[in-house]
C-alpha cells in the first residue's frame, strides 16, 4: 500500500468514525469512573514534590478497558507494569482508555504504562541493566478534556510509555492517540525514556514505531511526537502518523525522534528517526494548522483540504522553521499527495500554500521534487506543480486533469443494471415465447402463462468483471388467431425482476471491488406468427416490445478518498425490443429440430447520481444490442415427457455505459465480445379441458459471458 493509499485509509476513517472510538476499537471497561462514586482501584505515586491519584485497572498491566467521565487531578492508565531489578522484563500492551466529559482537568492519559526503576526516582544511585519493556497496541480516545498542568513534566497522553532507570531496552510501538476539543500539554503516540549516565547511553535501544497520532480542535501547549525515545543513541522512531485535523494548534510537531540527554556530547549516528513518518494535514473548514515552533522529521506530507479556501490559502502555518528532509542522513521528504475533500473541478493554476514557515523552508538545497499527486474527492485526479520558496511551499493545479481510473467501478455497477435489463430478453424468446404459444388456444381466449427465470453470470471486460445473479418472472395472456397464411399469437405481459451484482476492477497496483441491488418492473407485448406449411418444415418470425423502470444502488469500501463507501442510487427508464425469426424440421417419431436467429437491443435512459455524496457522475445513456444464433433438437421421453437440447452463439455487439464527472469522461467497461451456448429443456404436458405444461430449463454459457442460468415455465390454457 502506497503511503498516498494508507493516509487515505486512516485520514477518511477518522473523518466518518464515532470522535471517540475509531474504527475497528471498542470502549466497554473494566473500570469506569465519572468522579462522583468512591474512586476505585487508586495508587497513590510521587511526582516532583506532590502526591497524584492513579486510576487504572487492577487485572494485570494488559487487555484492560478503562472509561473516565468525571475526577479531576487524576493519572488515567490502560495498565501498569512496574518492576525494580535487573533483567526485568515487563508489558503493558492492548489497552483501550476513554476520557469523555465536559471540561475535565485530569493530570496525564496513558494506554499502557511500563516502568523499573520509578520508586527510584529520587535516589540518584541506583540503575538496573538488562530491562526490557514493551507497551504495544494501546488505544486511547480523549474528548474535551484539560490536560495541561505545565508545573508537570508528566502531564500528557500517550498511547504507550515506558521509563527505564539504568540500561536496557524499550518498545512502545503501535499505539494509536485520538484527541477531539481538547487542550493538553503533550502527546505521544508511543514514548521511550531511559534514565542513565552519559557512559552508558549507547547500551540503551529504543523503538517507537508505527504508532498513530490523530488530533482533530486540539490546542497542544508543547510537543507532538509520533515516538519518542529519549536518552539513548540506538533506536528506531519510524514510520509513525500523526495527522492534524481542523482548529489544531501546537508548539512543535514531530514525526519521530531519538536522541540522548541533552547534556551529553556525543551523538552517535545510529538512529533512524525519519523513515517512513507521516504527516497528515486536514482541514474541511476554511483555515489552516498552525505550530508556532518547528515541523520535522517527517518523510511524507500529505494535504486533504476543503475546496472552498480561497486560492492562495496557507494550510500550515509554522512560526519557525519547517523541515522538508532528514537532518542527519539528508534525504529528502516527500509531499505525497494534495487532495480535496469534495469532487469539485478545480481550475487550472489554483493555488494553495501548503506551508509556510517564519524562518524558513529547511532543505539544505536537497528538496527538489517539482510535481505531487492531487485529487478531489473520490473522482478527480490533478498534477500539482510544487513551487517552492524560501518561506513557503505551494501547489498549483497543473494541466493534465482527469476523471480518476478508480471511477470505472461505478460504472461496472450500471453496466449489471444495463445487462440484467438486456437478459430479460432471454425470458421472453424461444422456449419462452413458445408458453405463450401454447396458452393461447384459438378459442376460447386467452391463455394464460408464467415464466421465471434464476441465472449467475460472469461477463469479462478488459481489467475487470461484473458477476450479475438475477432472478426474472413474466405473467402474460396471449390470443391466437388463424389466418389464410398462418397462425398469430399475440399477448401482453408484465416483468419483474431482482438481482445483485459483484464487481471487480484491476488497476494494476490495486483492485477495486463493489456491489450493489438491482430492481426491475415493466410490461410488454409479443407476438409470433407461424407460416401455414404442408410438410414437413415450418417457418415463423417472432418479436416484442417492452418497457419499464430500473433502479439500482451501489457501493464499495476500495475507493479511494472515500467518505461514505462511494454509495449511491440511480433509477432509469429502459425500453427493449427484438426480432426473430426460425424454422421447424419435424422428424420422425415426434422430434424436432428448430434453427432460430434473433437480434435484440436494450435503451437504458441516463442518469445522474452522486457518488459517496461529492462526486457528480452524469450516467450516459446505454444500449445493448445482442444477436444470437443456433439449433435445439427436441424428442419425446415417453409419455407426456419431452427434451429439448440446443447449441448456439451469442454476441454481444454494444454495451458500455459512458460516463461524464464534472464534465471529464469516465472510463467505462465495455461488454462487447460472443459466448456459446448449450442448453437443455424438460417439458411435462398434462392434458385435459385446462391443459397445463410445466418445464424446466438450464442454459450454460461460455466466452464474453460465463455462468449458468436456470428457468421455470407454468402454462395454462382456459
Avoid: W
Avoid at 505521544?188 to 542513565?196: D, I, L, P, S, V
Avoid at 425470458?427 to 419462452?432: K, P, R, S, T
Avoid at 464487481?503 to 497496483?509: A, E, I, M, Q, S
Avoid at 438491482?518 to 418470425?541: H, M, P, W
Amino acid at each position: 500500500m502506497s503511503h498516498f493509499q494508507s493516509f487515505a485509509a486512516f485520514v477518511i476513517c477518522a473523518l466518518t468514525a464515532s470522535l471517540l472510538v475509531p474504527c475497528g476499537s471498542a470502549s466497554a471497561g473494566d473500570v469506569r469512573y465519572d468522579g462522583t462514586q468512591a474512586a476505585p482501584n487508586f495508587k497513590i505515586v510521587f511526582q516532583g514534590t506532590n502526591y497524584y491519584h492513579v486510576l487504572t485497572s487492577d487485572d494485570g498491566p494488559s487487555d484492560n478497558n478503562v472509561t473516565v467521565t468525571g475526577g479531576a487531578d487524576i493519572f488515567t492508565l490502560g495498565g501498569v507494569f512496574e518492576g525494580a531489578s535487573d533483567n526485568a522484563t515487563g508489558a503493558a500492551s492492548r489497552n483501550t482508555v476513554v476520557v469523555s466529559g465536559d471540561g475535565l482537568d485530569l493530570k496525564s492519559v496513558m494506554g499502557g504504562y511500563a516502568s523499573v526503576g520509578m520508586s527510584e526516582i529520587s535516589t540518584s544511585s541506583v540503575y538496573y541493566s538488562g530491562v526490557s519493556l514493551t507497551t504495544e497496541g494501546n488505544s486511547v480516545f480523549v474528548s474535551g478534556a484539560d490536560i495541561s498542568d505545565l508545573n508537570s513534566l508528566s502531564s500528557a497522553v500517550s498511547g504507550g510509555s515506558t521509563y527505564i532507570r539504568g540500561t536496557g531496552k524499550a518498545k512502545s510501538s503501535n499505539n494509536r492517540v485520538v484527541i477531539v476539543n481538547s487542550t493538553v500539554r503533550d502527546v505521544y503516540g508511543g514514548n521511550n525514556t531511559f534514565y542513565t549516565s552519559s557512559p552508558n547511553y549507547d547500551a540503551n535501544y529504543g523503538e517507537s514505531d508505527y504508532n498513530e497520532v490523530y488530533l482533530d480542535n486540539v490546542t497542544v501547549l508543547e510537543f507532538v511526537y509520533g515516538g519518542q525515545s529519549s536518552s539513548t543513541n540506538n533506536g528506531t522512531a519510524v514510520h509513525n502518523t500523526v495527522t492534524l485535523k481542523g482548529a489544531t494548534s501546537a508548539k512543535s510537531v514531530q514525526g519521530g525522534r531519538v536522541r540522548p540527554r541533552l547534556d551529553n556530547p556525543i551523538y552517535y549516528e545510529v538512529y533512524d528517526d525519519f523513515t517512513g513518518n507521516t504527516l497528515n494535514i486536514v482541514t474541511p473548514a476554511a483555515g489552516g494548522i498552525t505550530v508556532t515552533a518547528n515541523v520535522r522529521n517527517f518523510e511524507y506530507f500529505n494535504f486533504l483540504l476543503d475546496p472552498s479556501a480561497a486560492d492562495g490559502s496557507v494550510v500550515l502555518d509554522v512560526g519557525e522553521k519547517a523541515f522538508v528532509y532528514d537532518e542527519q542522513t539528508k534525504k529528502p521528504s516527500k509531499i505525497a499527495s494534495v487532495g480535496f475533500l469534495s469532487g469539485v473541478v478545480l481550475p487550472e493554476g489554483y493555488t494553495v500554500v501548503l506551508m509556510k514557515a517564519g524562518d524558513g523552508i529547511e532543505d539544505e538545497d536537497v528538496f527538489a521534487q517539482s510535481e505531487a499527486g492531487g485529487f478531489s474527492g473520490v473522482n478527480i485526479l490533478y498534477n500539482m506543480n510544487l513551487v517552492k520558496n524560501a518561506n513557503t511551499l505551494s501547489a498549483v493545479v497543473g494541466a493534465g486533469t482527469r476523471s480518476n481510473p478508480q471511477m470505472e467501478s461505478p460504472s461496472q455497477g450500471r453496466e449489471a443494471g444495463l445487462l440484467m435489463v438486456s437478459e430479460g430478453l432471454d425470458l421472453i424468446v424461444g422456449q419462452n415465447l413458445n408458453s405463450a404459444v401454447s396458452a393461447s388456444p384459438a378459442e376460447p381466449c386467452p391463455g394464460l402463462f408464467f415464466d421465471a427465470a434464476y441465472g449467475r453470470s460472469r461477463y469479462g471486460a478488459g481489467g475487470g468483471d461484473v458477476d450479475l445473479a438475477s432472478f426474472s418472472g413474466l405473467l402474460g395472456a396471449a390470443c391466437s388467431s388463424y389466418l389464410d397464411s398462418g397462425v398469430l399469437t399475440m399477448g401482453g405481459f408484465v416483468e419483474l425482476g431482482r438481482g445483485s451484482y459483484d464487481v471487480k476492477l484491476d488497476l494494476g497496483d490495486r483492485v477495486v471491488r463493489g456491489d450493489g441491488d438491482l430492481r426491475r418492473i415493466g410490461g410488454g407485448v409479443l407476438a409470433r406468427f407461424e407460416f401455414d406449411s404442408r410438410t414437413n418444415k415450418k417457418f415463423y418470425l417472432h418479436s416484442s416490445l417492452r418497457g419499464g423502470r430500473l433502479s439500482q444502488d451501489y457501493q464499495s469500501s476500495d475507493l479511494l478518498n472515500s467518505r461514505n463507501s462511494g454509495r449511491h442510487d440511480t433509477s432509469s427508464m429502459y425500453a427493449a425490443g427484438h426480432l426473430g425469426l426460425g424454422a421447424e424440421v419435424r422428424l420422425a417419431g415426434g422430434a424436432l429440430l428448430d434453427f432460430y436467429a434473433r437480434y435484440g437491443h436494450t435503451y437504458l435512459k441516463g442518469a445522474d447520481a452522486m457518488v459517496d455524496g461529492t462526486a457528480p457522475v452524469n450516467y450516459k445513456a446505454a444500449v445493448s444490442s445482442r444477436a444470437r444464433a443456433g439449433g435445439r433438437y427436441a424428442f419425446n421421453l415417453g409419455g407426456r415427457a419431452r427434451l429439448q437440447l440446443g447449441l448456439g452463439y451469442d454476441h454481444e455487439f454494444d454495451a458500455r455505459t459512458k460516463a461524464t464527472t464534472g464534465g471529464l469522461p469516465v472510463n467505462t467497461p465495455d461488454m462487447s465480445g460472443g459466448s456459446a451456448v448449450a442448453e437443455i429443456n424438460a417439458a411435462y404436458l398434462r392434458p385435459g379441458p385446462v391443459p397445463v405444461s410445466l418445464s424446466l430449463g438450464l442454459e450454460g454459457f461460455m466466452g464474453r459471458r460465463k455462468g449458468v442460468a436456470g428457468s421455470l415455465k407454468l402454462t395454462v390454457a382456459f
